[in-house]
């Protein structure tokens, strides 16, 4: 990456290139990321996507689960989005969608006892694929980046 810096550099040294080596390495961290989970996810059919709803419905810790709309304000999806892994899941027999028992009109999102095995035996697996992007990294270093990325996020938050 810094060769390309120094190249750009010298072809067009009016070019601010100063965040080029960060955004790469961002960049490659996270195709990293991705092939990591494409590798455990897919076996088992599951999208980083629908992995994501997976998680949030096991982390809330609700037998009863939760909304479609709860969902995908809690990863970031439109409710078109959602609809559409939600069908998948539902397909795969990770989740069941039901009426809810206090209004009858709104729907609940919840996973399957046969899901709730699966992702349960997922879940580490899962894990550790995304622990070893961040092999050879001490503790200091971990918290040291993990305070630079939630302060770049939040900043970029903010501008929305």
Do not use: C
Request: aromatic share 4%; net charge neutral.
């Amino acid at each position: 990456m810094d060769a390309v810096i120094e190249q750009w550099a010298m072809v067009a040294p009016e070019l601010d290139t100063t965040h080029l080596g960060i955004v790469a390495r961002v960049h490659r961290v996270a195709h990293q990321l991705r092939v990591r989970a494409e590798v455990v996810l897919g076996p088992h059919g599951l999208t980083q996507g629908e992995f994501d709803v997976l998680s949030a419905l096991r982390r809330s810790g609700s037998d009863d689960g939760l909304t479609p709309s709860a969902l995908a304000a809690g990863v970031l999806v439109s409710s078109g989005g959602m609809t559409k892994r939600l069908t998948a899941l539902e397909r795969g027999g990770w989740i069941a969608r039901r009426r809810s028992p206090r209004d009858g009109r709104s729907v609940r999102v919840a996973l399957t006892p046969a899901g709730r095995e699966r992702l349960d035996v997922l879940l580490p697996v899962y894990f550790a694929a995304e622990g070893e992007v961040l092999e050879g990294l001490d503790d200091a270093e971990r918290n040291g980046l993990a305070d630079l990325l939630r302060e770049l996020a939040v900043r970029l938050d903010l501008r929305r």
